[in-house]
């Protein structure tokens, strides 16, 4: 992956779980880095840590649902460096639970970051590198933006939403010398799940569930997704286990429905699901 070294990255959510992940291997490989996170102080010390292991990164404080702070950092790192070679929208929010219980502002909050700051990513980055005739956009999606997830339906909803954004972008952005593309992790070990909206059953509930379901590591997950961009894949699935369950619904959606069902029934009777 010499392909990245010299090249100028933005990471978005790079502070923590698979942002932090792609910076540390980033910096391994040479390239330039911003880390930009809503956590200014993690965000620092995840830029301090690839400068003392021999990278080049600083960090940016950013809430990527605020367009106008998303231009600024897109133009800033294009004025300091001349270009930008990767945006790499990663920030987002999981909220679990029974659809029932969401509320307007749940919704919202979860559209504001997991879709909408893509969007405020790809409308800062896309024209600059148009512009410069080269630039690769990934986009962080999901397994749950490939398969039906019930107790993550806002979460799928986003997911699916980031994925169809890249598929389609893919095709605009190929003529004008652009490359997207979307990584869809299955479970991955990252601060996401402690941080998650949970709106019945507790945490402590649910995190059997999810260490049942054996997630990967964070760094073997961004060496798979920074193999796949440096391959220019389209969608990025990891590990294997995800790309078989996404085959599996792709062709015995049948059979997949009703364990979808079943799961989520016995989600329900978790202590404190209704």
Same mark, same amino acid.
């Given at each position: 992956?010499?392909?990245?070294?010299?090249?100028?990255?933005?990471?978005? $959510?790079?502070?923590?779980?698979?942002?932090?992940?792609?910076?540390?291997?980033?910096?391994?490989? $040479?390239?330039?880095?911003?880390?930009?996170?809503?956590?200014?102080?993690?965000?620092?010390?995840?830029?301090?840590?690839?400068?003392?292991?021999? $990278?080049?990164?600083?960090?940016?404080?950013?809430?990527?649902?605020?367009?106008?702070?998303?231009?600024?950092?897109?133009?800033?790192?294009?004025?300091?460096?001349?270009?930008?070679?990767?945006?790499?929208?990663?920030?987002?929010?999981?909220?679990?639970?029974?659809?029932?219980?969401?509320?307007?502002?749940?919704?919202?909050?979860?559209?504001?970051?997991?879709?909408?700051?893509?969007?405020?990513?790809?409308?800062?980055?896309?024209?600059?590198?148009?512009?410069?005739?080269?630039?690769?956009?990934?986009?962080?999606?999901?397994?749950?933006?490939?398969?039906?997830?019930?107790?993550?339906?806002?979460?799928?909803?986003?997911?699916?939403?980031?994925?169809?954004?890249?598929?389609?972008?893919?095709?605009?952005?190929?003529?004008?010398?652009?490359?997207?593309?979307?990584?869809?992790?299955?479970?991955?070990?990252?601060?996401?799940?402690?941080?998650?909206?949970?709106?019945?059953?507790?945490?402590?509930?649910?995190?059997?569930?999810?260490?049942?379901?054996?997630?990967?590591?964070?760094?073997?997950?961004?060496?798979?997704?920074?193999?796949?961009?440096?391959?220019?894949?389209?969608?990025?699935?990891?590990?294997?286990?995800?790309?078989?369950?996404?085959?599996?619904?792709?062709?015995?959606?049948?059979?997949?429905?009703?364990?979808?069902?079943?799961?989520?029934?016995?989600?329900?009777?978790?202590?404190?699901?209704?």
């Amino acid at each position: 992956m010499d392909g990245f070294r010299d090249k100028v990255a933005v990471v978005t $959510g790079g502070a923590s779980g698979i942002g932090r992940a792609l910076c540390e291997q980033l910096g391994r490989h $040479g390239a330039i880095l911003v880390v930009a996170d809503i956590d200014a102080e993690k965000a620092e010390a995840v830029a301090q840590g690839i400068g003392n292991g021999g $990278g080049r990164a600083r960090s940016a404080a950013l809430d990527v649902t605020q367009a106008e702070a998303v231009r600024q950092l897109i133009d800033a790192t294009v004025a300091a460096h001349g270009r930008i070679d990767y945006l790499f929208n990663n920030a987002g929010i999981a909220i679990v639970g029974d659809a029932i219980h969401m509320t307007a502002a749940d919704w919202e909050r979860i559209i504001a970051v997991n879709l909408r700051g893509v969007v405020n990513g790809v409308a800062a980055a896309y024209p600059r590198m148009i512009a410069q005739r080269g630039g690769h956009i990934v986009n962080t999606a999901s397994m749950a933006g490939l398969l039906p997830m019930p107790a993550l339906v806002a979460y799928a909803m986003t997911k699916h939403a980031v994925l169809g954004l890249s598929a389609s972008l893919r095709i605009e952005a190929a003529p004008l010398g652009v490359r997207v593309s979307a990584v869809c992790p299955g479970f991955v070990n990252t601060g996401i799940v402690e941080a998650a909206q949970y709106l019945d059953a507790p945490r402590e509930a649910v995190a059997p569930v999810l260490r049942f379901l054996r997630p990967i590591e964070a760094s073997d997950c961004a060496r798979a997704a920074l193999r796949g961009v440096s391959r220019n894949r389209a969608i990025i699935v990891i590990p294997f286990a995800a790309r078989l369950g996404w085959w599996f619904y792709r062709v015995f959606p049948q059979l997949w429905l009703p364990a979808a069902r079943w799961a989520m029934g016995r989600y329900r009777e978790l202590p404190g699901a209704s």
